[in-house]
């Protein structure tokens, strides 16, 4: 699986828009574009996928380049329980490759 | 969504006891894996649990001191053996199941060693 990079850290303030960007260069073309997130003393939880076009769920949205070499994670307000750790993951969603591989996140903080 | 039930949720071990820890998912999965995350790092996968055979290890995880077992589609457990202050961590249980595309984890077990 490809490579990610993420910054260390974030901070955003309550209710506005938390951007969080990931540069994946080496990213080929069947490999999916997963973000996960962990708040504190929690297991991971999904938030979206996307393989080139942009994605919305209710949690979030996803935006991917068009060379598809970076991602931004957007959570349109975001609240005091959107602190987490946040991962970018890229990863084969085909055969049999089920295994994900953490980077060190993006520790976002939101402030009242 | 799947509802996994990881035990125990946390617990103090002595050195060079062993902590079975289990995952209990609430429907069939395809696959489950066992991942440890060491204070203030990212998670680290230890091995695939496979279903009636022996797990699949990670680079730097062996069977003698991480046996792992998975007697069906919806139960694993994960042993750390002969542990040391080194193995505090927390451990995480994961599944994909047939028909999904994201993984879906348990809340984990904070292992200390004393």
């Known amino acids: 699986d490809a490579k990610t990079t993420q910054p260390p850290s974030m901070d955003c303030a309550e209710g506005r828009a938390a951007n969080l960007p990931c540069n994946h260069s080496?990213?080929?073309?069947?490999?999916?574009v997963y973000w996960y997130r962990q708040i504190h003393s929690q297991g991971p939880q999904y938030i979206i996928h996307?393989?080139?076009n942009n994605e919305t769920n209710e949690m979030a949205s996803l935006i991917i380049t068009e060379d598809r070499k970076s991602s931004t994670l957007i959570l349109p307000h975001a609240t005091l329980r959107d602190t987490a750790v946040y991962y970018c993951i890229v990863r084969n969603s085909g055969g049999s490759n089920y295994k994900l591989t953490f980077g060190k996140g993006t520790l976002l903080t939101v402030n009242p | 969504s799947a509802v996994i039930s990881q035990k125990p949720s946390r617990d103090i071990c002595q050195r060079g006891t062993s902590l079975t820890i289990q995952c209990q998912v609430d429907s069939q999965v395809t696959m489950m894996f066992w991942y440890r995350q060491q204070p203030g790092q990212s998670l680290t996968l230890i091995a695939t649990a496979n279903q009636g055979s022996e797990a699949t290890y990670e680079s730097g995880f062996v069977i003698d001191k991480f046996p792992i077992s998975r007697p069906n589609l919806t139960f694993s457990t994960l042993t750390v053996s002969n542990m040391s202050p080194e193995d505090s961590s927390i451990y995480l249980c994961?599944?994909?199941?047939?028909?999904?595309?994201?993984?879906?984890f348990g809340q984990g077990t904070r292992l200390t060693v004393v």
């Open positions: 994961s599944v994909f199941r047939q028909g999904n595309t994201e993984a879906f």
């Open positions: 080496t990213i080929s073309g069947n490999e999916y």
């Open positions: 996307g393989l080139k």
